[in-house]
Structure formats: structure tokens, C-alpha cells
């Protein structure tokens, strides 16, 4: 009896779960069709507004859609046919969409014929097979510069003795029952995460090329792919955060908050591992993070299990794992040199010149070790950089004590000797890093997404987004092209082990080769 009450609550409990899965999916269905509904009339609107204005709110809500298609796709809201269906607002356009379209016929195509494994004998009693058929199956594909179709023949034969049919099976792509292929399905999310154009623009690049590829359809495929390297992701995250320096940095990035017509403050993380600087062999990878806000529990629980050091910026939120004692904070001199920088640009400040030039010297030294193992990194520095922080540490107490504690050299003062102790982090350890310039130059492509759509659609989307900038960022790390692994990985990942997941990670595949 206690086992017949466990499986009734598990089945409750299961329908409990079904059920509000079907009720999210009904809502952002609902939200999908309001949203259409918004665009339409206000792409109607001619007057009350200006068109500056009405432009922003119409790319706001085409962002925000994009974004709904996705989550739906990605929930299992509609299968690759449905998908093609849903991108219009109207009924009439609708039932005009159902089922699909034949590809251009003037797409150039080409023919992978398919075997079957037993090759001309019969597999049940060895006779001699005779072909009596064949299936075709199009895909579409996406080449740099240019669509083709991919048709996969797979002939059927019989055997001449015994009747038997025999036919190869057809290879397994990304998309279960879809049409795209791994390298269009790579050129679309490199489209909108690289190039940042949104899907509602791509779907209009390709419909001039005779392509019929509404956003509902590109949306569901953004979502499933993004949930099919998910894992590929979490493999990298690990690894980024094994090893023994990790470099950490963040940017804002307003998200749309849903049904409030605003946006909130949310956040991009990255977290880099490079040992190349102190002659480590271990792979270099990113781990890119989406959150709603900029709160410390954040990178906290992101770092929970990291041992090692820190190399990030002054941000309170980092301090409680530095008080646990397993984490070593090394500051970043980058930052420290910005602020006499700014000050130097505003007010052509002659001490905030000394101070940079003070600091030059610091650079130079740490761009002859690089590459060099730790030990020999720490000789260098403790013989030619500490004179030289030496120095700069009594010029800026002296200093200090001669201009106005109001001014904002004096704040850029103030801040590099609270961080005096970060800062020199890199006399007492070799792998320690001067600057934290790595972990920034992965957020360039997030800065520039910004300016280009202003915000992120949703929270699911922000985290699809962090989902492909891992793989983008450490391809990158590792001299990959992003499209070309993108394209490797979607083509194989689906029947991959997940137990060997790691075969697939952009150092265990070689660009040259593949």
C-alpha cells in the first residue's frame, strides 16, 4: 500500500507540473499574440507621436516577440511544421502558411546518397539487393555566402531472393523533423549574437533572397538549439572555473521587464580561465552568466567551489568569498590607471600624467614575462616592478597630501591606495595577472549588442544569449571561426554521449581539420 501511495503522489505531482507548464506555454502564447497585435497598430499609427519615439517602441516590442517565440519553442510549444505557422498575426495568414513550402527550386542543391551499411548482400539471407526506390529528404543549409539544399537520397532495395527490403537510415539533424541544416542554424544564431541582428530582420534579409523563413520559424529554431548546447556550455563552465586564476567582469544590460513597457537593470558575467600568460597548457574558455540584477549572490554562488585566484575589479559583491579565505583577490591596475586617465582627458591634470607614466613601466615589464612560468614571472617582478610600486606608493601619499580632497585626482588617488593591497598581489604570486583586460575583452561584443538592440527580450533570452557566448567566446580562445564551430558542434552534439561530451569542446576539435 505505501508503494501504491508514493506512485499516485508521484503521478500527482507530475500532473501538478504538466499542468503548469501547459499554463506558462498558454501564456506566452497569449503574450505572443498581444505583442503582434501592439506592433501591428502601432506600425499603423501616423500620428500623436513622434516617429523617433513610435520606431523605438515598435523595435522594443519585435525584440520582446522574438524573444516569446523562442521560450516557446525552446518549451516543446510547437513542433518544426507548427513552428512555420505561427509567425503571423492574422488567421487568414495563417491557414495561408500551413504545411510547408517547397525550397526555391533555384537554391543550387546537392545530393548525399546514403547505403545501406550491408551493401549489396542481403542481411537476412545474403542474396543479391535491387533498387526499387529511393527517399529524398531536402534540408536547408548555409555556406558563408551563399543557400544551398542538401538533398539526402537514401535508395531502397530488395533482395532479389527473399524480398527483403533494406534502406540506410536518415542521419539524425539538429532539429528533430526540422528542415535546417547545422550550418544555417549556426549562420542565424552567429547572425543575431555576433552580428546582432534580430530575427525579425534576418527573416526580411533572407525573404530577398526568395527564402521563406518567418520569425516564429528562426525563433523556434534559436531557442532548440540554444537548449541542445546548453550541456556544451555547462562542460566549458566547468572547466573555465577549475582552474587556478579566473578572471571576472560584468556589464549592464537593461532587460524588457514583462507587460510593464520598461526596462530593468539586469547583468552579463563573464568568467575567464587563460593560463597561457603563466605558461599553463590547459586549455583557455569563458563562462558567460545572465542575471536580473547585479547582486552579490551572483558571482557568489557562481564561485561557491572555486579555489584559486580572483582577478577582477573592486566589487563589493566578490568580498564574502574573499573573506572565506580560498579565494586570493589580485586587483586590476587597468582600472586603477582609468581613473587618472579620465582625469587626464577632462582637465589636462599634469600629477595625473605623472601617474600614468609612473605606472607605464609596470605594463612593459608584464608584456616581456608573458608566457613564463610562474616562478620565473615573481623573480621578474619582486626584482623590477616593486622598486618601481615602491616608488609610485610614496609619490601618491605625497601627493595626496597636496591637492583638494574634493578634486577627482585626489579620488583616483584615494581609490589605487585601497587597493594597495590587490594591486600587489602580483609581487607575492606569479600566476596573478596585472590587469584584468582579458575578462574585458570579452564583454566588447555584449557592449556593442547593447547599443545595437538597447536590452534584452526576456530573462530566458538573456540566458540563452550567455548560452551562446560561452561557445562563441571560448571558440574564439581557441582559434576557432564562431560559425564554423557552432556549425561543427550542432551537426554532432544530438547523437553524442553526453558521458563524453567533452570531445566536443572547441580545444578537443581542430579548425584545420574539420
Known amino acids: 500500500m505505501a508503494v501504491i501511495a508514493a506512485l499516485r503522489g508521484e503521478l500527482a505531482e507530475e500532473r501538478t507540473a504538466r499542468r503548469a507548464a501547459e499554463l506558462g506555454l498558454q501564456a506566452r502564447t497569449l503574450e505572443a499574440e498581444r505583442l503582434r497585435v501592439q506592433i501591428a497598430r502601432l506600425r499603423h499609427e501616423r500620428f500623436g507621436r513622434s516617429s523617433e519615439r513610435l520606431a523605438g517602441e515598435v523595435e522594443q516590442l519585435e525584440l520582446r516577440l522574438d524573444e516569446v517565440l523562442a521560450d ?19 488567421p487568414e495568414e495563417k491557414a495561408r502558411r500551413r504545411g510547408r513550402k517547397p525550397l526555391p527550386d533555384s537554391l543550387p542543391r546537392r545530393d548525399v546518397e546514403h547505403l545501406p551499411a550491408e551493401g549489396c548482400a542481403c542481411r537476412a539471407c545474403g542474396g543479391a539487393l535491387r533498387k526499387v526506390g529511393e527517399d529524398v529528404t531536402e534540408i536547408l543549409e548555409y555556406r558563408p555566402g551563399r543557400f544551398e539544399v542538401v538533398r539526402h537520397v537514401r535508395p531502397a532495395f530488395s533482395c532479389r531472393a527473399c524480398e527483403a527490403m533494406t534502406q540506410a537510415p536518415m542521419p539524425s539533424l539538429p532539429i528533430e523533423r526540422g528542415r ?68 571576472a567582469d560584468d556589464t549592464p544590460m537593461p532587460m524588457l521587464s514583462s507587460g510593464r513597457g520598461r526596462t530593468q537593470a539586469a547583468r552579463f558575467w563573464a568568467y575567464l580561465r587563460d593560463d597561457r600568460p603563466f605558461g599553463g597548457r590547459d586549455p583557455p574558455a569563458v563562462l558567460c552568466e545572465f542575471t536580473p540584477d547585479r547582486k552579490g549572490e551572483h558571482p557568489q554562488r557562481r564561485l561557491r567551489d572555486f579555489r584559486g585566484i580572483l582577478q577582477a575589479d573592486a566589487y563589493a559583491g566578490f568580498n564574502a568569498l574573499y573573506e572565506s579565505g580560498r579565494v586570493i583577490e589580485a586587483a586590476c591596475w587597468t582600472h586603477a590607471r582609468r581613473h587618472f586617465h579620465d ?10 600624467r605623472e601617474a600614468i607614466e609612473r605606472m607605464q613601466p609596470l605594463f612593459a615589464i608584464e608584456a616581456e614575462i608573458h ?144
Open 72 to 90: 516557446i519553442a525552446a518549451a516543446g510549444g510547437a513542433d518544426d511544421a507548427e513552428e512555420e505557422t505561427a509567425s503571423g498575426p492574422a
Open 343 to 352: 582625469e587626464l582627458l577632462a582637465n589636462g591634470s599634469p600629477l595625473a
Open 371 to 514: 608566457g613564463q612560468p610562474p616562478e620565473a614571472r615573481l623573480a621578474a617582478r619582486q626584482t623590477r616592478s616593486a622598486p618601481i610600486m615602491a616608488d609610485l606608493h610614496a609619490w601618491l601619499e605625497a601627493t595626496l597630501r597636496r591637492v583638494s580632497g574634493k578634486s577627482d585626482l585626489a579620488k583616483a588617488i584615494r581609490y589605487t591606495l585601497a587597493q594597495w593591497g590587490t594591486l600587489t598581489t602580483v609581487l607575492r604570486d606569479g600566476r596573478a595577472c596585472l590587469h584584468n583586460n582579458a575578462a574585458e575583452r570579452r564583454m566588447r561584443p555584449l557592449a556593442l549588442g547593447r547599443k545595437n538592440y538597447l536590452f534584452a527580450g526576456s530573462l530566458e533570452g538573456g540566458r540563452r544569449a550567455a548560452i551562446i557566448y560561452t561557445l562563441v567566446g571560448t571558440a574564439e580562445l581557441n582559434g576557432w571561426d564562431p560559425q564554423a564551430y557552432l556549425r561543427v558542434l550542432l551537426d554532432r552534439i544530438a547523437d553524442h554521449p553526453i558521458n563524453r561530451i567533452g570531445e566536443l569542446a572547441p580545444w578537443n576539435l581542430r579548425p584545420d581539420v574539420t
Open 180 to 247: 535546417p541544416g547545422p550550418g544555417l542554424l549556426a549562420h542565424v544564431l552567429v547572425s543575431k549574437y555576433c552580428d546582432h541582428i534580430p530575427l525579425y530582420r534576418q527573416a526580411e534579409i533572407y525573404a530577398r533572397d526568395g527564402l521563406d523563413l518567418p520569425r516564429g520559424l528562426l525563433a523556434g529554431w534559436v531557442g532548440r538549439s540554444a537548449a541542445l548546447a546548453e550541456p556544451m556550455a555547462a562542460y566549458i563552465g566547468r572547466h573555465a572555473l577549475a582552474g587556478p586564476r579566473v578572471h
